[in-house]
């Protein structure tokens, strides 16, 4: 699709004070002529789903294109084949497109004024195929990738859910720019964070589907006999002169200790906990539309000392609740579960979480108070990776890739998830510094690469939204709305330079500190100090998945987690390395695992 210039507002987001399921977001709103293009892109969608499935159920009706050709006869949608005919059957958009050209068939609106020309050029790529999308398999994507590697000069980010071998294109173009930096002399870094762990619970060594993405992750990276470490190295490259992998990982306190809290909520509302939980998923879900389901049966596991949620030694209860008919009925339920808090204790005082202090907050982890047990209290800190779920590149502080595509075959080749980007250049230039020397980048690329770098390294407030804070920033609006300048911040200018020799130790130092306190405290996985599966055995804790290992005080786990800063962890690289059979074997011969099994 064409490039178009447009008004784009970035935006990151990492709930800071939310411990179930943390995840890195990275968004952006835009305005502007692209918009058509990401509205082709859903009515061909919409009509082939139509087609294929609901051809005669009304309830679902055709879309037609809003393109307007009459004003933009050389858009390539004027030759759209299914142009005509979905304008004739389809539903037709209230058209506020092509509204800065002369046309019949726009209307004047107050309160959609025509966008003023942005800054920045965006062009809409896509992942498309005849199964996907009802057209000839298109690999925009992977294409707009492996360009905006090879023409990069200084430096890339990448943050992305998944990623493949070096037979997959993006990685080899990884590996063909480093080589090229090694033989040109030129500095060149490469920043990769991914996922610890993949999205799938379990236990490393007994759940096949997360060991088999874990170990695919493995082949990526430095292992297999196709990674990109070994491909450097066969070059006489060390691969972590130019390429680093990273991993996010957060630490909170659950301040809702069963015993002194939620059982005595249990007898004090006559409502239990799991009730309560039916009656709020009653709320969020709707009603059951046919009508069949009247109750449901929660399997509850027991306590576990096996460091994992569940297993087959877990002892399992199961408890039958009914479902509330009505939203009032669920409403109500909660109400009368959350009343039971009432005069049980007074815990103003002490904070939902705790997480907060991983970023620039105002107090410290020893200040905050705690109205349960030491022990309750020690039982209540817990850790979790942040999930990495964003899927964004940055090239030399200049251009920007975003979207939906993981950096995997099943994302890129086209023929197989349907995936949409954008590739963004702002044509507003900053002041910078590049590997010490003035530079001219990108304020849209650069402004959002320092947001991360800061995010990653706790050099930002938290976004806490439960403290009652009612303040709505620039970065809470959506385009045309600018966000604001922080380029003047002091933690701003400590991350300005990606190449400079204090950032990069900066970033190093944080991952390797931050993953020796969570080692320490929690013994997460993967870890370097796991070789072998012999190993695992004896490393993991047998506790609670998350919760603190056994013999550490209250005392030194909060002394530890107050030095924790940001969310960066390194990639232990050396996990279960000594376990060849772990990226190698007959079942790997012919194999990408990564495409029929990961999203």
Not at 160 to 167: H, K, S, Y
Not at 278 to 295: C, K, M, N
Request: glycine share 6%.
């Amino acid at each position: 699709m064409p490039w178009h210039d447009v008004r784009l507002c970035p935006s990151v987001y990492v709930p800071a004070g939310d411990t179930d399921w943390k995840r890195l977001q990275v968004h952006m709103t835009l305005l502007g002529p692209v918009v058509l293009d990401i509205v082709q892109h859903f009515v061909e969608r919409w009509n082939e789903v139509k087609k294929r499935k609901y051809r005669d159920d009304e309830r679902f009706p055709w879309l037609s294109l809003p393109h307007d050709v009459e004003v933009a006869p050389n858009e390539a949608v004027a030759r759209h084949p299914h142009l005509q005919k979905w304008r004739e059957v389809g539903h037709k958009y209230h058209q506020r497109w092509n509204r800065n050209f002369p046309s019949r068939s726009v209307e004047e609106d107050p309160a959609y004024p025509i966008p003023q020309p942005g800054s920045c050029k965006v062009q809409v790529v896509r992942s498309v195929s005849d199964w996907s999308h009802g057209v000839l398999t298109e690999h925009s994507i992977q294409n707009a990738y492996i360009d905006l590697i090879k023409e990069s000069k200084h430096f890339i980010y990448i943050a992305t859910q998944d990623g493949d071998q070096v037979v997959n294109r993006i990685a080899g173009a990884l590996v063909d720019r480093i080589i090229r930096a090694f033989n040109e002399g030129a500095k060149f870094k490469v920043i990769v964070c991914i996922p610890e762990l993949p999205g799938f619970s379990g236990d490393v060594k007994t759940e096949g589907s997360l060991k088999t993405i874990m170990a695919a992750q493995y082949r990526s990276i430095n292992r297999g006999g196709g990674s990109i470490y070994e491909k450097l190295r066969e070059k006489g490259i060390e691969p972590l002169d130019y390429i680093r992998f990273y991993h996010l990982r957060a630490y909170d306190r659950i301040n809702a200790p069963w015993e002194s809290f939620i059982s005595k909520m249990e007898q004090n509302s006559g409502v239990k906990f799991h009730e309560a939980q039916v009656a709020l998923a009653r709320q969020w879900i709707g009603q059951d539309p046919a009508g069949y389901l009247q109750e449901v049966t929660l399997a509850i596991p027991g306590p576990t000392t096996e460091a994992i949620v569940q297993s087959e030694k877990t002892s399992i209860t199961t408890e039958t609740v009914t479902i509330p008919q009505s939203s009032e009925e669920a409403r109500e339920i909660v109400r009368k579960f959350e009343s039971g808090a009432e005069g049980l204790r007074g815990d103003q005082d002490v904070s939902d979480n705790v997480a907060q202090h991983m970023l620039c907050d105002r107090t410290e982890l020893a200040d905050e108070k705690w109205s349960g047990t030491e022990e309750e209290e020690l039982n209540a800190y817990v850790s979790e990776l942040l999930y990495i779920h964003s899927k964004v590149m940055i090239v030399d502080d200049d251009k920007v890739i975003m979207g939906s595509a993981n950096i995997n075959d099943r994302s890129q080749k086209g023929d197989g998830d349907s995936e949409i980007c954008l590739v963004v250049e702002d044509n507003e230039k900053i002041d910078s510094f590049m590997d010490g020397q003035p530079y001219r980048a990108g304020r849209f690329a650069a402004t959002l690469r320092r947001k991360l770098f800061r995010e990653h390294l706790g050099l930002i407030a938290p976004q806490t939204v439960t403290n009652g804070d009612s303040r709505v920033t620039s970065f809470m609006r959506p385009a045309p709305c600018r966000n604001e300048d922080e380029t003047r911040f002091e933690q701003d200018a400590l991350v300005a330079d990606p190449l400079a020799e204090k950032t990069v130790l900066l970033f190093q130092k944080t991952a390797i500190e931050n993953r020796k306190i969570f080692t320490e405290i929690f013994r997460p996985v993967p870890t370097n100090l796991v070789r072998t599966w012999a190993a695992y055995d004896n490393y993991v804790p047998k506790v609670k998945t998350g919760h603190v290992v056994p013999g550490i005080d209250l005392q030194r786990v909060k002394d530890r987690l107050a030095g924790v800063r940001g969310a960066l962890v390194e990639c232990p690289l050396d996990f279960l390395i000594d376990e060849k059979d772990f990226v190698t074997g007959p079942e790997w011969r012919g194999l990408n695992p990564t495409l029929p099994i990961y999203i």
